[in-house]
């Protein structure tokens, strides 16, 4: 796996490689690689000729900075993992390397990212879809992964890519969780063991409340500090707190539930 942290390095082995009618598949994360980013991995290993995964935590889209600061960023065990998954590119760029504007440019939707997560996270998705739109343009891919753990990131990046005419691909992937229901994520590690333990009734509320209003019912007598569960289409979308860490999960509603 060779690993790239200038981007005219990257560039160049790209630009090689298209010129070859070689195809690539991008896998953006901010490390912390768990099986959720393993299974993407494995769907664009699966689907491309090569694979390129970013590792990169972006300052822009943390809006509490000690949530920041807190972000786990073991890069070697994550390289470890990449090459052992047999990915073919890493891309670790420096934060003045992406944003060498100081974030004077930006990328704002200004309807279905304020709800939900957006209300929760002021500015948080324009942070996102600022990144998204870096790694897009740098990776120069022909599909880019993301989860549906992260279901308004996942339609509000399908909905950059299609305003911007961007060539790139989004594609959609289940979301990976643990035997108990916990969606996997880098923020489970810092759950204490008894936390833990109480955490996969909240994927269980989700699932088995007949309405939203019940639901958060079911987690506030559950422990759970609620900050919204809420019906929107065929998707029951949550975030809640659970001690300092906070967790979001999202379900489909009707028949398939
Ligand atoms: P991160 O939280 O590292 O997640 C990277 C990708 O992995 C995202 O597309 C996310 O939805 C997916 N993912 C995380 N947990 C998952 C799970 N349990 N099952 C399936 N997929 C899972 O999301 C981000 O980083 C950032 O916002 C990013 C898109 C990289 C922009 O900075």
Known sequence: MKVFTELPDWRAERRAERRAGIGLGLVPTMGAL??????LV?????????TLVSIFVNPTQFNDPTDLAAYPQPLESDLALLREAGVHYAIVPRRDTLYPDGYRYRVVETERSRAYEGAHRPGHFDGVLTVVLKLLQIADADRAYFGEKDWQQLELVRGLAEAFFLPTA???????RDADGLALSSRNSRLSSDERRRAPAFHRALVAAPSADLARRALETGGFDVDYVEDDGDRRLAAVRLGGVRLID?????SDR
């Open 34 to 39: 768990h099986e959720g980013h393993l299974s």
């Open 42 to 50: 494995r769907r664009s290993l699966d689907e491309n000729d090569r």
């Open 250 to 254: 999202n379900v489909p509603l009707g």
């Open 170 to 176: 989004i594609v959609g992937c289940p979301t990976v």
